[in-house]
């Protein structure tokens, strides 16, 4: 998979570096060949990062000929907009059949080209309410860590751009090349993207919150049954309104996209490591039927169950 990294006079150490040690990694622990990240300039240049060091081992715009993924990881902080060159660079690329990723503030590059218009999309909290303003087309979600269109993909600030460059590598290669990537770098293998990016209290333990520590690890041991909000509340001994409050102080999140989000990632760890049917991992999974599980599947993924495991098998080959 070859990478195209966007850097620029003044760029932050961390958000370029983090980036590359990620996809890095996947070469480095022989997960996949042909992962190659390459960071480019405009001009083919040198730069001089906020650190004050210099880099010189950068290429220009032609890095982006042939590019899988095309990786906007920030940008200058008093938020100029694109230019003209570098805007077509991004639609030419896209046409091309290139994915597009703004990661932090790289989502702004990104909107200015007009990929995002008509979309949701998501940037480091602070500077959300000027993208809103400057691309009225583009829906600006606050809160989230990270969305993916399938063919372009923005993240907010800072260090969830870590937890979207996971994301890619587990949709690529599968959530135990992720997990593998992850572990390597001693941060969480998987956060969820609708998870809250920005809390201004700080989130208590699940563990330490009345029972709800125990009925969180009820409810994963218990998947393949429906598991309504009411059977929830009723195993933590609350009321529905108290439990729904308590649950998303605990996880920054509701109980039905929690309990969902559990059953995707069963199904894609049974997807990867049996040869289950669809029809069987569904019903392990507690979806109502194939059907469904599909349609939940393609919209949280970009892709289909079957497709995903296809992928995942020639990743391992």
């Given at each position: 998979?070859?990478?195209?990294?966007?850097?620029f006079?003044?760029i932050?150490?961390?958000?370029?570096?983090s980036?590359?040690?990620v996809?890095?990694?996947?070469?480095?622990?022989?997960?996949?060949?042909?992962?190659?990240?390459?960071?480019?300039?405009?001009?083919?240049?040198?730069i001089?990062t906020a650190?004050?060091?210099?880099?010189?081992?950068?290429?220009?715009?032609?890095?982006i000929?042939?590019?899988?993924l095309?990786?906007?990881?920030?940008?200058?902080?008093?938020?100029?907009?694109?230019?003209?060159?570098l805007?077509?660079?991004?639609?030419?690329?896209?046409?091309?059949?290139?994915?597009?990723?703004?990661?932090c503030l790289g989502?702004?590059?990104?909107?200015?080209?007009?990929?995002l218009?008509?979309?949701?999309?998501?940037?480091h909290w602070?500077?959300?309410?000027?993208?809103t303003?400057?691309?009225?087309?583009?829906?600006?979600?606050?809160?989230?860590?990270?969305?993916?269109?399938?063919?372009?993909?923005?993240?907010?600030?800072?260090?969830?751009?870590?937890?979207?460059?996971?994301?890619?590598?587990?949709?690529?290669?599968g959530?135990?090349?992720?997990?593998k990537?992850a572990?390597?770098?001693?941060?969480?293998?998987?956060?969820?993207?609708?998870?809250?990016?920005?809390v201004?209290r700080p989130?208590?333990?699940?563990?330490?919150?009345g029972?709800?520590?125990t009925?969180?690890?009820?409810a994963?041991?218990?998947?393949?049954?429906?598991?309504?909000?009411g059977?929830?509340?009723?195993?933590?001994?609350?009321?529905r309104?108290?439990?729904?409050?308590?649950?998303?102080?605990a996880?920054?999140?509701?109980?039905?996209?929690?309990i969902?989000?559990?059953?995707?990632?069963e199904?894609?760890r049974?997807?990867?490591a049996t040869?289950?049917?669809i029809?069987r991992?569904?019903?392990?999974?507690?979806?109502?039927?194939?059907?469904?599980f599909?349609?939940?599947?393609?919209?949280?993924?970009?892709?289909?169950?079957?497709?995903?495991?296809?992928?995942?098998?020639d990743s391992?080959v």
């Amino acid at each position: 998979m070859k990478i195209a990294v966007h850097a620029f006079e003044g760029i932050t150490m961390f958000h370029l570096a983090s980036l590359l040690m990620v996809f890095g990694e996947v070469g480095r622990q022989n997960l996949a060949a042909g992962w190659e990240a390459t960071a480019w300039t405009e001009d083919g240049r040198g730069i001089r990062t906020a650190e004050g060091l210099s880099l010189h081992d950068v290429s220009g715009p032609e890095t982006i000929a042939g590019a899988d993924l095309l990786v906007f990881p920030a940008w200058p902080n008093d938020l100029p907009r694109a230019n003209d060159n570098l805007t077509d660079l991004i639609r030419t690329a896209h046409a091309d059949g290139t994915a597009v990723a703004g990661l932090c503030l790289g989502a702004f590059p990104v909107a200015d080209s007009g990929l995002l218009d008509g979309r949701t999309a998501v940037t480091h909290w602070a500077s959300a309410p000027l993208l809103t303003q400057r691309r009225p087309a583009v829906t600006v979600e606050d809160s989230a860590l990270y969305l993916d269109h399938g063919d372009v993909l923005t993240s907010a600030g800072t260090a969830s751009a870590i937890d979207a460059c996971l994301y890619i590598v587990r949709k690529h290669l599968g959530s135990a090349a992720a997990a593998k990537v992850a572990r390597h770098l001693v941060v969480a293998p998987h956060r969820e993207g609708d998870q809250a990016q920005y809390v201004e209290r700080p989130i208590p333990d699940p563990g330490g919150v009345g029972d709800l520590g125990t009925t969180l690890d009820w409810a994963l041991a218990n998947l393949g049954e429906p598991l309504s909000v009411g059977d929830l509340a009723a195993h933590a001994g609350m009321s529905r309104r108290n439990f729904t409050r308590r649950f998303a102080e605990a996880t920054g999140t509701t109980p039905a996209r929690w309990i969902l989000s559990r059953r995707l990632d069963e199904a894609r760890r049974l997807l990867e490591a049996t040869a289950w049917p669809i029809e069987r991992i569904a019903r392990t999974c507690g979806f109502g039927s194939t059907v469904g599980f599909r349609q939940n599947f393609v919209a949280a993924y970009a892709t289909t169950p079957t497709s995903y495991r296809q992928r995942f098998t020639d990743s391992m080959v």
